[in-house]
């Protein structure tokens, strides 16, 4: 594995790249050009200039997360093959300038979904929190206005906000099966690019792992992920596992999930959630055993799948004061990241 950060680029976020590179075994980050709308395309010149950026502080760009995916596509209006087709452009670009990963999603509307960006735990940390029953009493409004932050989530920017009415009539008629249609669509209509570059495409779970605001949801367990691989049967069709969105769902095994997907797998997210309730949850340290998972069991069975593709811890507690967007402050990440490097040289010594 090569373990990685994520980085939003200089411009968007507060963690500079030389931090980064001093944070041992980090051999790269997985970045995007965060500026760019859904939907436009990427300019090469634009993906030179951040792989050269990366690369003159000795990181490698080992991963493009995101690049979204607009909602004509999800939702099969009139324009998604317009929206395909810049997709497919910027794919060849990046897949010229040797980028070769490339993580998205399809969730409706907006990416993942916290009730609180600042719930303190006991020791003073701060951590980003789920909770349904405040999700079942708010509209996407209230709660994104209820969302008090300096920084936002990614996928609830103010511009998405504006016309959010618009974005939910799109999905009217979008049944759980219209949007399984509508992704394998996408897929089977890049996977060419991909094949022509290898690149590696790498779907990220939908999180929390169940419909909210009554979207349609997907890729929330093994059975989804298995029918998408089996209906786009390609390589380059794969997924990005994320424990901490799978995890959502306590039914989920992760271990065993991982077991289930072998050479599917691109890109991993590893990160470890406390449970107050089923449908209560909070983003806890990395650590075992001040969550809910077993992150050696995790980091065992991408092991044992041979996996060789990035890793990036993911959300980070606020911890020492810093003040980052929700979930991408150094401290924790560098702490989740040698945590992990750890289980790993562990893991290979056996
Ligand atoms: C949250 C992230 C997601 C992820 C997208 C991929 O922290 O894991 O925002 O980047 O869903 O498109």
Same mark, same amino acid.
């Given at each position: 594995?090569?373990?990685?950060?994520?980085?939003?680029?200089?411009?968007?976020?507060?963690?500079?790249?030389?931090?980064?590179?001093?944070?041992?075994?980090?051999?790269?980050?997985?970045?995007?050009?965060?500026?760019?709308?859904?939907?436009?395309?990427?300019?090469?010149?634009?993906?030179?200039?951040?792989?050269?950026?990366?690369?003159?502080?000795?990181?490698?760009?080992?991963?493009?997360?995101?690049?979204?995916?607009?909602?004509?596509?999800?939702?099969?209006?009139?324009?998604?093959?317009?929206?395909?087709?810049?997709? *497919?452009?910027?794919?060849?670009?990046?897949?010229?300038?040797?980028?070769?990963?490339?993580?998205?999603?399809?969730?409706?509307?907006?990416?993942?979904?916290?009730?609180?960006?600042?719930?303190?735990?006991?020791?003073?940390?701060?951590?980003?929190?789920?909770?349904?029953?405040?999700?079942?009493?708010?509209?996407?409004?209230?709660?994104?206005?209820?969302?008090?932050?300096?920084?936002?989530?990614?996928?609830?920017?103010?511009?998405?906000?504006?016309? *959010?009415?618009?974005?939910?009539?799109?999905?009217?008629?979008?049944?759980?099966?219209?949007?399984?249609?509508?992704?394998?669509?996408?897929?089977?209509?890049?996977?060419?690019?991909?094949?022509?570059?290898?690149?590696?495409?790498?779907?990220?779970?939908?999180?929390?792992?169940?419909?909210?605001?009554?979207?349609?949801?997907?890729?929330?367990?093994?059975?989804?992920?298995?029918?998408?691989?089996?209906?786009?049967?390609?390589? @380059?069709?794969?997924?990005?596992?994320?424990?901490?969105?799978?995890?959502?769902?306590?039914?989920?095994?992760?271990?065993?999930?991982?077991?289930?997907?072998?050479?599917?797998?691109?890109?991993? @997210?590893?990160?470890?959630?406390?449970?107050?309730?089923?449908?209560?949850?909070?983003?806890?340290? @990395?650590?075992?055993?001040?969550?809910?998972?077993?992150?050696?069991?995790?980091?065992?069975?991408?092991?044992?799948?041979?996996?060789?593709?990035?890793?990036?811890?993911? @959300?980070?507690?606020?911890?020492?004061?810093?003040?980052?967007?929700?979930?991408?402050?150094?401290?924790?990440?560098?702490?989740?990241?040698?945590?992990?490097?750890?289980?790993?040289?562990?893991?290979?010594?056996?």
């Amino acid at each position: 594995m090569k373990m990685a950060l994520r980085w939003f680029g200089s411009e968007f976020d507060t963690v500079p790249l030389w931090k980064i590179k001093q944070i041992p075994g980090v051999q790269g980050v997985i970045s995007t050009l965060y500026d760019i709308p859904a939907g436009e395309i990427w300019e090469k010149s634009r993906i030179l200039s951040l792989i050269d950026e990366i690369k003159s502080e000795g990181l490698l760009l080992l991963g493009i997360e995101s690049v979204n995916v607009h909602d004509a596509i999800k939702a099969a209006t009139p324009l998604r093959d317009k929206y395909i087709e810049n997709y *497919i452009t910027t794919l060849e670009n990046l897949g010229e300038a040797g980028v070769n990963l490339v993580c998205y999603n399809f969730m409706p509307v907006f990416d993942w979904t916290r009730t609180e960006l600042a719930r303190k735990r006991p020791d003073g940390s701060t951590v980003l929190a789920y909770n349904q029953g405040a999700v079942d009493k708010l509209t996407p409004e209230d709660m994104f206005s209820s969302l008090d932050s300096d920084f936002l989530l990614p996928g609830w920017e103010p511009e998405r906000m504006e016309n *959010i009415k618009e974005l939910f009539s799109l999905y009217r008629e979008v049944t759980v099966e219209k949007l399984f249609d509508n992704l394998v669509y996408f897929l089977k209509a890049i996977m060419p690019v991909c094949d022509r570059y290898n690149i590696k495409m790498a779907i990220h779970p939908d999180d929390p792992a169940w419909e909210v605001f009554g979207l349609p949801r997907i890729i929330t367990n093994l059975d989804g992920i298995k029918r998408l691989m089996n209906a786009v049967d390609n390589v @380059h069709n794969g997924v990005t596992f994320c424990s901490g969105s799978y995890g959502t769902n306590r039914e989920n095994n992760l271990p065993e999930m991982i077991k289930a997907l072998p050479g599917r797998i691109h890109f991993a @997210h590893v990160r470890n959630l406390r449970f107050n309730s089923p449908g209560d949850f909070e983003e806890a340290s @990395h650590l075992s055993s001040d969550g809910t998972f077993d992150m050696y069991a995790i980091m065992k069975a991408l092991y044992d799948i041979g996996f060789e593709g990035p890793i990036r811890p993911d @959300h980070g507690r606020m911890i020492w004061g810093e003040a980052s967007m929700p979930g991408y402050g150094l401290y924790d990440r560098a702490l989740g990241a040698s945590y992990l490097n750890g289980l790993w040289e562990a893991i290979n010594k056996q």
